[in-house]
């Protein structure tokens, strides 16, 4: 039996949930939901899928993303939820040792953006924010420390955690990593209308960052478009579409409008990749939707 789930804090906490609750025998596979939808990852009979897309060949799914709802009998649960966490929290209640409330909780609220504008602004005040942004939107290289935080948060309260040495070393990485973010967003971000267009594509390597800094530093705008190369490559572009978290008038089911463009999301938020041919027809599009805001 294997844990196959998405490599950010969600997906951690969703293999913490599934480790105690099931005869877990495997090491976690950690993909991204693009590889699902593309059938790039061999699902297998007996793997438990979490905070990504249906595949037919697991044996139990849980996930909460509107664009990844299903019409069809299986086995888990799915539900318009904060967090996936939350989904298997609530499936498999009563049947933990440790009380997981508490980090459950603060996954729902990092998961759906239900932030202060403090803590995007000084995550390091905030231990669980904080911890998020040490895997949030990493690489696939970082399966050891995602691997090793499941160990910890399994076995330790959150103030003993944050001593651990390679947390420590991270979350100061984090910290210098948002001061420079800022600067880099300031200089690539443009709003056009109520829409902040972040555009990274004159980097080889995209610098990375809080993705909620933006929504602080233009509070006028309703969503923000974030464009960058997928790979060096740059044969493929990703999009990333979110509303504002502090000015809360962006109409338009984000997850729904991406899986037009091969992605997908919830309804705030959400993304997309595709061959960077298209991009001079699929980037104007959607903007072109965000600067309308209507719900369909």
């Not at 950010?8 to 609750?21: R, T």
């Not at 390679?166 to 001061?179: F, G, L, P, S």
């Not at 705008?221 to 790979?231: E, F, G, L, N, Q």
């Not at 997908?264 to 309308?292: M, Q, T, V």
Request: hydrophobic fraction near 35%; charge should be negative.
């Amino acid at each position: 039996m294997r844990i196959v789930t998405r490599p950010d804090f969600d997906g951690l906490v969703c293999a913490i949930l599934l480790f105690e609750a099931e005869n877990i025998t495997e090491p976690v596979e950690w993909v991204e939901p693009h590889e699902i939808q593309k059938k790039l990852v061999d699902i297998k009979d007996g793997d438990i899928m979490a905070n990504l897309p249906y595949d037919e060949r697991c044996s139990m799914w849980f996930d909460h993303h509107y664009s990844n709802m299903i019409d069809k009998t299986f086995k888990g649960s799915f539900r318009i939820a904060p967090s996936a966490a939350g989904v298997v929290f609530a499936y498999y209640k009563g049947k933990f040792k440790r009380d997981y409330t508490e980090l459950v909780r603060e996954t729902d609220k990092i998961d759906s953006a239900e932030l202060s504008i403090d803590e995007v602004s000084c995550p390091e005040k905030y231990p669980y924010i904080l911890l998020s942004m040490t895997v949030s939107n990493r690489s696939m290289a970082d399966e050891q420390y995602l691997n090793r935080l499941i160990l910890l948060l399994k076995k330790h309260d959150m103030t003993d955690v944050m001593k651990d040495s390679e947390v420590k070393e991270r979350c100061a990485a984090v910290v210098e990593e948002n001061k420079i973010y800022k600067l880099v967003l300031t200089k690539n971000t443009i709003l056009k209308g109520q829409v902040s267009i972040t555009d990274l594509r004159s980097y080889n390597k995209a610098p990375e960052g809080n993705r909620f800094l933006v929504y602080s530093l233009y509070p006028e705008a309703v969503v923000s478009v974030r464009i960058k190369y997928d790979d060096a490559s740059k044969e493929k572009t990703a999009v990333s579409v979110g509303h504002s978290i502090f000015n809360r008038k962006c109409n338009v089911n984000v997850g729904g409008m991406l899986a037009k463009f091969d992605g997908g999301g919830h309804w705030g938020a959400g993304a997309c990749r595709f061959p960077s041919n298209k991009a001079d027809e699929y980037i104007p599009e959607i903007i072109s939707i965000l600067l309308e805001n209507r719900s369909e």
